[in-house]
């Protein structure tokens, strides 16, 4: 072919588990779920934190944002994910030197309606994700922001109809007991949350240093 692709973007999308684990991965989501309720009410440095930079929301990032060292139950969630980053890793040829991914920040994001994150990137790590633990239906996705756009010029708009890898955003839909990985730089937002029920979601950084 004349036309190649170069430097692509990659997202890694996927259940938590196989259909094997199906009823442990429930109870470990329905554990989950509890203790991050159990946070946004107990979470004063949290809720204080949120008050000035998630408005209407609740995150730990500012207060507990290690919740793998402090929990057994994220704990067992930081194991469960490193299949995923071995495997994406692998995706992405990531020549490590012979060192091994490590989650270093782990943390909660209860989203009520109307809510939003506004875009941002993950600095100082190397892999980010998020793994869903409630979203109800018309629960606002990932929307990922191609890393180029602030270097385009004099280039028309994309067609409606043009592949996702050729459009400058894409939206990687919410979905209760998935994970989503990316690299730490990729620019990404959640828009407002349209629904009544809240959306529940785990954000984490790995890092190889």
């Given at each position: 072919?004349?036309?190649?692709?170069?430097?692509?973007?990659?997202?890694?999308?996927?259940?938590?588990?196989?259909?094997?684990?199906?009823?442990?991965?429930?109870?470990?989501?329905?554990?989950?779920?509890?203790?991050?309720?159990?946070?946004?009410?107990d979470d004063l440095a949290g809720q204080?934190?949120?008050?000035?930079?998630?408005?209407?929301?609740?995150?730990?990032?500012?207060?507990?944002?290690?919740?793998?060292?402090?929990?057994?139950?994220?704990?067992?969630?930081?194991?469960?994910?490193?299949?995923?980053?071995?495997?994406?890793?692998?995706?992405?040829?990531?020549?490590?030197?012979?060192?091994?991914?490590?989650?270093?920040?782990?943390?909660?994001?209860?989203?009520?309606?109307?809510?939003?994150?506004?875009?941002?990137?993950?600095?100082?790590?190397?892999?980010?994700?998020?793994?869903?633990?409630?979203?109800?239906?018309?629960?606002?996705?990932?929307?990922?922001?191609?890393?180029?756009?602030?270097?385009?010029?004099?280039?028309?708009?994309?067609?409606?109809?043009?592949?996702?890898?050729?459009?400058?955003?894409?939206?990687?839909?919410?979905?209760?007991?998935?994970?989503?990985?990316?690299?730490?730089?990729?620019?990404?937002?959640?828009?407002?949350?349209?629904?009544?029920?809240?959306?529940?979601?785990?954000?984490?950084?790995?890092?190889?240093?």
């Amino acid at each position: 072919m004349p036309t190649r692709a170069l430097f692509p973007t990659l997202i890694h999308v996927a259940p938590l588990a196989g259909p094997r684990a199906r009823r442990a991965v429930a109870a470990l989501n329905k554990r989950l779920l509890a203790e991050s309720w159990q946070l946004q009410r107990d979470d004063l440095a949290g809720q204080r934190w949120s008050e000035r930079r998630y408005p209407g929301g609740y995150t730990s990032y500012g207060s507990v944002c290690r919740l793998q060292q402090v929990s057994p139950t994220f704990a067992e969630l930081e194991r469960r994910l490193q299949p995923h980053v071995r495997r994406f890793a692998a995706a992405l040829a990531l020549d490590l030197q012979g060192r091994s991914l490590a989650m270093t920040d782990c943390w909660v994001n209860i989203m009520p309606q109307g809510v939003v994150h506004s875009l941002h990137l993950h600095p100082l790590s190397t892999l980010s994700g998020t793994y869903y633990l409630r979203t109800p239906a018309g629960s606002s996705g990932l929307k990922f922001e191609d890393p180029r756009l602030d270097r385009y010029m004099a280039a028309p708009p994309r067609r409606t109809d043009a592949p996702p890898e050729l459009q400058p955003w894409h939206t990687v839909a919410a979905k209760t007991g998935q994970v989503v990985l990316f690299e730490s730089w990729l620019r990404h937002e959640v828009p407002p949350n349209p629904s009544a029920t809240p959306r529940v979601s785990v954000s984490f950084n790995f890092n190889w240093f």
